[in-house]
Structure formats: structure tokens, C-alpha cells
């Protein structure tokens, strides 16, 4: 089992920046793939980014490409999820979800472990 938590969402003018937290706790130690996504009022829940357990890969939505930067650190059980230049279509909850494999999946199907949520408002 892997319990995951997110953290740092909030309200932000347009062209403003946040960094989002995923701390990750429990059988970590045999590695996953973190995935974050988002889901705004009325619409479906969409893949954002998602890092493999090395770090080496990363993937995005083309909608983000350039603005957002998924990293992590795997001594803290951590991923980051930088978010800048923000735009009110970001505006979602925006959950990270962790996988026990090592293929970077952009499908919310296939990802175990989901937390709760924050989320992130970006006003015009």
C-alpha cells in the first residue's frame, strides 16, 4: 500500500506561479510512477504530467509543455509539480495518483494510489 498527499494549491493571478507537492508514504521502496491530473467543474478528469521513478522521463500534456516542470526526490518521497505562467483554464483540483510500474501511463485508470486533492485557482 502507498498513501499519497498533496499539497500547495491555491489562488494565483494569471501569469502567476505555483509548485505543487506529492509526498508519497508506505511501500515506497520498490518504486512507481507518479502522474499528476486535474479536473475542472463539469469536465472530466485530465492526465497533466507524469515522471517515471528515475526521474530520466517525463511527460506532459501539450497544453502545459513549457510552463509546467515535474521533478522529484526520492530521499524525501517527494514529487514536485512547478507550475508557472499560469492561465485560468489551469484552474482544477489537481490530484497526483502513484503507479507500481515502471511504464509512465497517461490514462487515470492505470494509476493505484490517488490523493485527495488541492486546488489551484487562477483568476484573470
Known amino acids: 500500500q502507498v498513501q499519497v498527499v498533496e499539497s500547495g494549491g491555491g489562488l494565483v493571478q494569471a501569469g502567476g506561479s505555483l509548485r505543487l507537492s506529492c509526498v508519497a508514504s508506505g511501500r515506497t521502496s520498490s518504486g512507481y510512477v507518479v502522474g499528476w491530473f486535474r479536473q475542472a467543474p463539469g469536465k472530466e478528469r485530465e492526465f497533466v504530467s507524469a515522471?517515471?521513478?528515475?526521474?530520466?522521463?517525463?511527460y506532459y500534456r501539450d497544453s502545459v509543455k513549457g510552463r509546467f516542470t515535474v521533478s522529484r526526490d526520492n530521499a524525501k518521497n517527494t514529487v514536485y509539480l512547478q507550475m508557472n505562467s499560469l492561465k485560468p483554464e489551469d484552474t482544477a483540483v489537481y490530484y497526483c495518483?502513484?503507479?507500481?510500474?515502471?511504464?509512465?501511463?497517461?490514462?487515470?485508470?492505470?494509476?493505484?494510489?490517488w490523493g485527495q486533492g488541492t486546488q489551484v485557482a487562477v483568476s484573470s
Open positions: 495518483a502513484a503507479d507500481m510500474s515502471v511504464v509512465i501511463h497517461t490514462t487515470s485508470a492505470e494509476y493505484d494510489y
Open positions: 515522471i517515471s521513478w528515475s526521474g530520466r522521463r517525463t
